[in-house]
């Protein structure tokens, strides 16, 4: 092997030699700008979870200018519910709030509320209701003049008002028809803007009395931070306009929108169609090709919002009353109980009506944010160009002007992105550019470093054909980790295995029999690995498992403990698929082993050995004698004092001459408190201890008391005490008797 190492080593030494360092680093750089190319190619999202957060940077360090906005809200704010109930209100009173704005000269009103089902608070509802109970009720009045469905709509039919919708694809009714009318350049938007199947809509007789209907749904993200927001949707087929731009073309008194598409007459060719821009009244608006506008706050720090109690109280300053008159007027909440609060860029909470206040001021202003098509391709080329300059440099030069170089352009890149942002509102990402930097900056001056002493690095190349790597970064680290022998430590060892299987496996094909034993193991490991257990080894349809090693495990005999008991909660569940119940019998001991990389010179794994492993494999194999499914040693036994333990005897086990004491393990600590586990105990130690004196007949009286109420667990136990007893009351053996019971077989 040591000759084709150096062969190995050879080679590459004789074609390095050919090429200089710069070369290679240029070939590598090349190779390195390309795939990064490639993959923002391929992946232009890749750079989102970066370029969010930048554009919403952005937008802080440089809002949209203020204006003295076009646009001012009527705020349901928790003031507002304190003076007059609690929401919803009667709809008289938005009644009364819509007259109140149309009488203060309010250009359009949109109502970022959705009334979807009559008013509970009616007094038509409350006449009706009891005239059912069998109330006789006399009106003065006009008794449509107690619906205050009715009076909102009359409100509706006599102002500029739009109607709040919401679009879901959860259960909702069929919309009904747009306020708005359409017309298209190029092809239908229909079949690319967002699609609902349904909406949550207004009462029939609102939705008919408003002048307009606009949705306010807001899209989801990612943060649930509200950057875009669509203009148009769909809903069951009929096309809606957003409640922003609604109540917009409301005030101006349009009858309906323009949207141009890219396939427009005059508009150049693309492969997939989308819309350009949506034209309201006197204003065009660039879109994004689903429909949507990138909002560019401002904070709107002009805006007047009114309080709707003081509107609805008369209390209005002068200027308040100003701000109502040739205005649209927004009708929203800020009421923390009513939900209505979203993120910004600008804000972590603010009143949703706030956004759609920020379109109709962005869209008067004239000022958009806009990331044309070609933004992606400057860069990649940006990129490009970058990418190159910084391979040129540390082909040529150290670390650190490599590192200068880096920041440099790197700088210049954000520097670029920033003043297209900020002198023209074009959005340019600049991550994948920066990014492309970062990958090829991280990959060539490693690389230039390490040419520098190439002999080392071949002979690393070399041996890595050879070995893992994780083989070889741990032989750079522990070189003794691969020698053979290992370290003693306390460990807590488990055996387990599958009763009769022979018997069981009789008559089963191979196939049925890796099904079996793969089926009854998979559940058994998942336990062993969720209690932390180290799994040794698989013997057929036995399991090998111990605890504390390679890492320290607080408590390992209780993990132990808690593992058994939840390997035949497993296994019991498995048997209620089955018709023939599976068995399995678990030994536990703990005390000191050897273990690590264990084995020979060719081949070796990380195990376990040591008395104290051949033990736990002897108890395992005396489960089925005594007639127990878990048996510990009194080793692990006692580091587990609060567990429900029944001592089964003091064993001389095959092959050992120290005897144990074995404990059947039946239950936690749950188990260990209940009144009827303590009464057992009480009496089976009882007879245990007559037993060990040798009072023989005594014992088999307390036997016989005690298995009257003992649990099916150790009626097995039980019944070998029974037999052993009758056997010496009838062949007594004298002053020999130690209480020892001496395992003829493993």
């Avoid at 992946?43 to 554009?55: E, G, N, S, V």
């Avoid at 390997?567 to 089955?578: C, E, G, I």
């Avoid at 008395?611 to 736990?616: G, K, R, T």
């Avoid at 510990?632 to 050992?656: N, Q, W, Y």
Wanted: with cysteine; charged share 15%.
């Amino acid at each position: 092997m040591a000759k084709l190492g150096a062969a190995a080593m050879s080679v590459p030494t004789q074609k390095a030699r050919r090429l200089s360092v710069p070369t290679q680093t240029a070939i590598v750089g090349a190779v390195t700008l390309l795939l990064c190319l490639g993959v923002l190619r391929l992946w232009p999202h890749a750079t989102d979870i970066l370029r969010t957060p930048i554009f919403d940077g952005y937008q802080r360090l440089h809002p949209r200018p203020n204006t003295d906005p076009p646009v001012a809200i009527v705020d349901i704010d928790e003031a507002s519910i304190a003076a007059l109930g609690q929401w919803p209100w009667s709809r008289q009173v938005l009644a009364n709030m819509v007259e109140r704005l149309h009488a203060l000269d309010a250009a359009a009103i949109g109502f970022d509320i959705v009334f979807s089902e009559p008013d509970r608070l009616s007094l038509s509802r409350a006449v009706e209701a009891l005239r059912k109970e069998g109330v006789s009720v006399a009106l003065p009045i006009d008794p449509d003049r107690l619906d205050s469905d009715a009076a909102l709509a009359r409100a509706l039919s006599t102002a500029n008002v739009s109607v709040g919708l919401a679009l879901t694809d959860e259960a909702g009714q069929s919309p009904l028809p747009a306020k708005a009318a359409f017309s298209f350049g190029g092809s239908d938007p229909r079949l690319y803007l967002p699609q609902f199947s349904s909406a949550v809509g207004n009462l029939t007789i609102l939705h008919t009395a408003a002048a307009g209907a606009g949705f306010f749904s807001f899209p989801a993200s990612r943060d649930n931070v509200i950057r875009t927001m669509p203009l148009f949707s769909t809903a069951g087929g009929t096309l809606f306009p957003a409640l922003s731009i609604e109540t917009l073309r409301l005030a101006q008194g349009a009858s309906g929108f323009i949207l141009r598409s890219n396939d427009a007459s005059g508009e150049k060719g693309a492969s997939h169609p989308g819309l350009v821009e949506m034209r309201v009244g006197g204003f065009t608006v660039p879109t994004m090709p689903d429909g949507r506008l990138r909002i560019y706050y401002s904070g709107l720090e002009n805006m007047t919002v009114i309080s709707a109690a003081d509107l609805l109280s008369n209390r209005l300053t002068p200027s308040q009353t100003q701000a109502i008159s040739g205005r649209i007027i927004l009708i929203g909440t800020s009421a923390i109980g009513l939900r209505d609060i979203v993120a910004t860029p600008l804000a972590a909470a603010v009143p949703g009506v706030n956004v759609h206040a920020e379109i109709i001021d962005q869209i008067v202003a004239g000022v958009f944010l806009q990331e044309p098509d070609w933004a992606a391709g400057l860069a990649l080329l940006a990129g490009f160009v970058a990418g190159s300059l910084l391979i040129f440099v540390t082909c040529r030069c150290g670390a650190g002007v490599s590192t200068l170089a880096f920041l440099l352009l790197s700088s210049t890149l954000a520097a670029l992105s920033w003043l297209a942002f900020v002198q023209a509102h074009i959005l340019i990402d600049p991550v994948g550019a920066v990014a492309t930097l970062l990958v090829i900056f991280l990959v060539l001056v490693p690389l230039r470093l390490a040419l520098a002493n190439r002999e080392k690095q071949f002979v690393k190349n070399a041996f890595g054909r050879y070995l893992a790597p994780s083989l070889v970064e741990r032989l750079a680290k522990e070189p003794h980790a691969l020698q053979l022998g290992g370290e003693t430590r306390p460990l807590t060892v488990l055996f387990s295995d599958i009763r009769g299987f022979t018997t069981l496996s009789e008559g089963m094909d191979p196939q049925t029999l890796t099904g079996l034993i793969n089926n009854v193991l998979t559940p058994l490991t998942d336990v062993l690995l969720a209690r932390e257990a180290t799994i040794d080894k698989y013997i057929g349809d036995a399991i090998m498992a111990f605890w504390n090693a390679p890492l320290d495990i607080d408590g390992h005999e209780e993990k132990a403990c808690r593992a058994a008991l939840d390997m035949t909660k497993a296994l019991n569940d498995l048997n209620h698929s089955r018709s023939e119940p599976i068995r399995i019998g678990i030994g536990l001991n703990s005390g000191p082993a050897c273990v690590g990389n264990l084995g020979s010179v060719q081949r070796f794994s990380y195990s376990a050995l040591g008395d104290s492993v051949n033990l736990a494999s002897r108890i395992e194999s005396l489960t089925k004698f005594y007639g127990v499914t878990i048996a510990v040693s009194e080793f692990t036994r006692e580091a587990v004092p609060h567990f429900a333990f029944l001592e089964i005897d003091f064993v001389r086990v095959k092959g050992r001459t120290t005897p144990v004491r074995l404990h059947a393990l039946l239950g936690d600590e749950t188990m260990a408190k209940s009144a009827a586990f303590s009464s057992l105990e009480t009496q089976h130690q009882t007879m245990m201890s007559l037993y060990y004196k040798g009072e023989f007949i005594a014992a088999q009286q307390a036997l016989s008391a005690l298995r009257t109420q003992c649990p099916a667990e150790i009626s097995g136990l039980y019944d070998l005490y029974c037999e052993r007893l009758t056997v010496l009351i009838a062949d007594p053996v004298g002053d020999e008797w130690d209480g020892v019971y001496t395992a003829r077989s493993k």
